[in-house]
């Protein structure tokens, strides 16, 4: 499924060439560093930066040899070489290659994904505007509470992608840095302006010191900010899937010509892109949990973190790129039901204004909070258990007849004192 769906472009950074060319790009931008301190003849940078190569079968074909991925990628590349090839990986261990080209991958993948953010930010704002003044009923515990709008349930998930955006931004940065410092990071066959060269080759920063890995607080800030971003979908994609519900049916995601929703019933239309952006959500919380069993490695380094980083790293990134794509789509093509919306207002008839008439008893007419809360919930249980109008019971209650006349009722039951600020808000994002 994610196969079939993900964009090519998150694919392709995660591609076994795309990989070999970042170890690549390594071990050249190495022996550039080595040549200019002069432990490399110039003649052999040229055979090196001329020849190199790699293919993805033979490193394989080595590896199930040698049980060694960097051995078999080097033996491979000094295929190509030749004679020049003794002076590639110089100095080097493995780890500085491996962290830094996974560095210099995860900042690719996390810049796509920051994209991918802004796209769904502009859907939602999009929505925003245009359902500004769409009345909808604001709900607590399921429970209908008071008139709010469409626009600003949107608003509210712009604001909430833009923080994800610059968490995105942030956890880039954390991991954008890389190491060439050798087996214990001790620098001790290696030139730290070697370390340099590399890193600002790759757009990475050096990391201020290391063993002989990087850290993996990095990674695991990175998987867990994807989750936290994934459980912000997840939250988005419920809300919608709740509105959906046949009893309410506010808003319903695309159904498009031809899609069936049951082999069974005709009839169904389910929300089944939410429903996958609120499964795959899971997976990205228990891969963050995973990068964060990651962190603690014995004394300079092990590679327990290794075969995990494999799975978690390309996986959420590119399930979360999936989860973005999917979400876009929705969002862009959502059908909102705005009459359906005025129809949920009016259901419980008029209940939820109780809190006005509260308000009103207490801050103009002189009740205390008590008796005001017991004359107006009075009415509203009647309302209720019956299914009569709660602005009828008020009426035919002496006890509030006496305080407060119709025309002042009424006024109680106006939606523009609910929505009176709805325009301040926008202000705030420059609406």
Known sequence: M?????????????????????WLEVEIYACEALAELGQIPPEALAQIKEKA????????????????????????????????????????????????????????????LVTRLKQLREALLEKAVEHRHTVMIGRTHGIHA????????????????????????????????????????????????VEAHVCARLGLKPARVSTQVLQRD??????????????????????????????????????????????AMPHKRNPITGERISGMARLLRGNALAAMENVALWNERDISHSSVERVIVPDSTIILDYMLVKLVDVIT???????????????THGLIFSQRVLLALVEEKGFSREQAYELVQRNAMQSWRTGENFRDLLLKDGDVTAQISEEEVDELFDFSYHLKHVDEIYKRFGL
């Open 146 to 193: 008071e008139p709010i709008t469409f626009g600003l349930k949107m608003l509210l998930w712009v604001d909430e992608t833009e923080r994800s955006i610059r968490r995105m931004e942030q956890a880039v940065e954390t991991v954008s840095v890389g190491k060439i410092s050798g087996a214990v990071g001790t620098y001790a066959n290696v030139d730290p302006r």
């Open 2 to 22: 994610i196969e079939r769906y993900t964009m090519p472009e998150m694919r392709q950074i995660w591609s076994e060439d795309n990989k070999f060319r970042k």
């Open 218 to 263: 990095r990674h695991a800030e990175y998987l867990t900010t994807i989750a936290v971003i994934g459980s912000s979908l997840d939250k988005f994609a419920t809300e919608l899937r709740s509105l959906q519900r046949t009893d309410i049916l506010e808003v319903e995601e695309p159904f498009r010509k031809g899609q069936k929703g049951s082999s």
């Open 53 to 112: 190569d790699f293919d993805v079968r033979r490193i394989a074909e080595i590896e199930a040899v040698t049980n060694h991925d960097v051995i078999a990628f080097v033996t491979n590349v000094g295929e190509y070489v030749g004679e020049a090839a003794r002076y590639i990986h110089l100095g080097l261990t493995s780890s500085d290659v491996l962290d830094t080209a996974l560095s210099a991958l995860m900042k690719e993948a996390g810049e796509h």
């Open 333 to 347: 093509n959502l059908q909102v039901y705005p009459e359906n919306m005025m129809r949920n207002v009016e259901r």
